[in-house]
Every structure is written in structure tokens, then in C-alpha cells.
Nanobody, 122 residues
């Protein structure tokens, strides 16, 4: 499974960004998750979506601001981030789970894409 994240950039507080994760077709039956890692901090869970898009989960810190969607025809998983805050600044990674429904822990995500940097200035 191959994944490639894109869409990061530098924005101001309150702005929006949409991250995309292009996956190989072999990930079509796998859940895909987004994680992020801020400087000096451990990688943390952000959101996950099941193989068919029917089940989603979000970290408490992003609930109500972020949404996740999946275009199975194009093999793209998107993370829409609204009302961005400085604490959202991090490198964002997408990853494919070995399961069809994702979890919040990174252990079940075996394939990772390269990160895309999101910087939110105050």
C-alpha cells in the first residue's frame, strides 16, 4: 500500500485547509487515518475513516472543526480542516490500517505516507 499526503501550507488562525491522501488501489478495503506530529511532541491521532466511508472517528481536539471523507473511485482520502488554530501546527501524516475500520492508536496502521506540513500563525 502506498500513500501520499499533500495540501499543507501556512495559514492564519481561523483559516481552512484541505489535505489529501492519495492511496494505491490496494488500500481500498482498508481504513485510512490521519495523524499529526508537532515539534517536540509525539505523533497523535487526528481522524480515521473506514473502508467505505461509513464510520469516522475524530480526536476530541478537532471535533466540530475537521471532517474526513473518502472518494473510493479516485482513491483519495481528504481531511477538511476549518477554524485552524496555532495548536494545529504539525506535520500531518496519512496511514492505511490493516483493518477495514480504523482505530485511534497508530499500531494498526502499517503503511504511512510522507508528511505534509501545516503551519497556523496567530
Amino acid at each position: 500500500v502506498q500513500l501520499q499526503a499533500s495540501g499543507g501550507g501556512m495559514v492564519q488562525t481561523g483559516d481552512s485547509l484541505r489535505l489529501s491522501c492519495a492511496t494505491s488501489r490496494t488500500a481500498s478495503n482498508n481504513a485510512v487515518g490521519w495523524f499529526r506530529q508537532a515539534p517536540g511532541k509525539e505523533r497523535e491521532f487526528v481522524a480515521t475513516i473506514s473502508w467505505n466511508g461509513g464510520v469516522t472517528s475524530f480526536a476530541d481536539s478537532v471535533k466540530g472543526r475537521f471532517s474526513i471523507s473518502r472518494d473510493r473511485a479516485k482513491n483519495i482520502v481528504s481531511l477538511q480542516m476549518n477554524n485552524l488554530q496555532p495548536e494545529d501546527t504539525a506535520v500531518y501524516y496519512c496511514a492505511a490500517s490493516v483493518y477495514s475500520i480504523g482505530s485511534i492508536g497508530p499500531q494498526s496502521y502499517r503503511s504511512w505516507g510522507q508528511g505534509t506540513l501545516v503551519t497556523v500563525s496567530s
